[in-house]
Nanobody, 120 residues
Framework: EVQLVESGGGLVQAGGSLRLSCAASGFTFDDYAIGWFRQAPGKEREGVSCISNSDGSTDYADSVKGRFTISSDNAKNTVYLQMNSLEPEDTAVYYC?????????????WGQGTQVTVSS
């Protein structure tokens, strides 16, 4: 069974940092891409970043480029999202998802989400 478990969310002041973790199990981690998505109240879920575990390529939404960094520890089957210079607009529930064999593929399985709240 594919499982994804997010952790690391919390409350932080604007300008602060958080690191989210996504622990994956139930599939061959090295073969798949893992994406981070977020959903703010009243808004649609949007893609934030993605990493392909097969070749290490990454992708970022324009709104987070230069502030967020995605990385992967294949030995731990875990993907991280380092979020710096956080803004109130980053407040959302953050989800990780197993994508296909690359970041071009859509999400297949979702984690339960972790809340990130950035105060001004």
């Amino acid at each position: 069974e594919v499982q994804l478990v997010e952790s690391g969310g919390g409350l932080v002041q604007a300008g602060g940092s958080l690191r989210l973790s996504c622990a994956a199990s139930g599939f061959t981690f090295d073969d798949y891409a893992i994406g981070w998505f977020r959903q703010a109240p009243g808004k649609e879920r949007e893609g934030v970043s993605c990493i392909s575990n097969s070749d290490g390529s990454t992708d970022y939404a324009d709104s987070v480029k230069g502030r967020f960094t995605i990385s992967s520890d294949n030995a731990k089957n875990t993907v991280y999202l380092q979020m710096n210079s956080l803004e109130p607009e980053d407040t959302a529930v953050y989800y990780c998802a197993q994508q296909g064999y690359g970041c071009y593929a859509g999400p297949r399985t979702w984690g339960q989400g972790t809340q990130v709240t950035v105060s001004s």
